[in-house]
């Protein structure tokens, strides 16, 4: 599965949006970016994932870019609860089991 | 929430003593996975079943042993635990082979003394 890079940290302000970026350069044509966060203590959660075209769901949206090298995850209006850790996955379609590996991902601090 | 439990929550056992993490389900998953969690290297993969009586070794699967008599519940345990062993154990639950749009429990915080 390709590797994923991201931003160490980022912050951004209540009410506004959360752009987090994730480069995954070497994505094949059959993998999936999942994104999944860690609220401090808690157990990962699933937020989203995409192919191809961009998605959206009651949680976030994902911006996949057309080369598909690079992907973005918007929190529309961020509020002080979506703060953790946002981590960005590529994942194929195939047979292996329990490929969900986690890096260090991005720590996210939504302010007042 | 998915219907996943984890217990114990906490535990505090001693070098050399046996130890069994329970991972509870009400979802009807097939595939169920343990993970730890430490600072600086990730969720990394215990073991994990597709299936009842069908388990498999994940990448730090040494001092480890699962079962799975039923579908949903998945135990992990530590033969004889060590200190090296002390970290969060994190159950999670999947429709898929991967375990991508997995739900996971709370956490097992396991200190080993």
């Known amino acids: 599965d390709a590797k994923t890079t991201q931003p160490t940290s980022m912050d951004c302000a209540e009410g506004r949006a959360a752009n987090l970026p994730c480069n995954h350069s070497?994505?094949?044509?059959?993998?999936?970016v999942y994104w999944y966060r860690q609220i401090h203590s808690q157990g990962p959660q699933y937020i989203i994932h995409g192919l191809k075209n961009n998605e959206t769901n009651e949680m976030a949206s994902l911006i996949i870019t057309e080369d598909r090298k690079s992907s973005t995850l918007i929190l529309p209006h961020a509020t002080l609860r979506d703060t953790a850790v946002y981590y960005c996955?590529?994942?194929?379609?195939?047979?292996?089991?329990?490929?969900?590996?986690f890096g260090q991902g991005t720590i996210l601090t939504v302010h007042p | 929430d998915a219907g996943i439990t984890q217990s114990p929550r906490h535990k505090v056992t001693e070098t050399g003593t046996p130890v069994t993490l329970r991972c509870h389900q009400t979802?009807?998953?097939?595939?169920m996975y343990w993970y730890r969690q430490d600072p600086g290297h990730g969720l990394r993969l215990i073991h994990y079943?597709?299936?009842?009586?069908?388990?498999d070794k994940g990448e730090v699967s040494d001092g480890y042993s699962v079962s799975r008599s039923k579908t949903e519940d998945f135990l992990l345990t530590l033969e004889s635990a060590t200190s090296s062993q002390t970290s969060v154990y994190f159950c999670?639950?999947?429709?898929?082979?991967?375990?991508?749009?997995?739900?996971f429990g709370q956490g097992t915080r396991l200190t080993v003394v």
């Open positions: 070497t994505i094949s044509g059959n993998e999936y």
């Open positions: 979802e009807n998953h097939r595939y």
């Open positions: 996955i590529v994942l194929s379609g195939g047979t292996s089991y329990g490929k969900l590996t």
């Open positions: 999670a639950i999947s429709d898929t082979r991967q375990g991508s749009e997995a739900f």
């Open positions: 079943s597709y299936g009842v009586k069908d388990t």
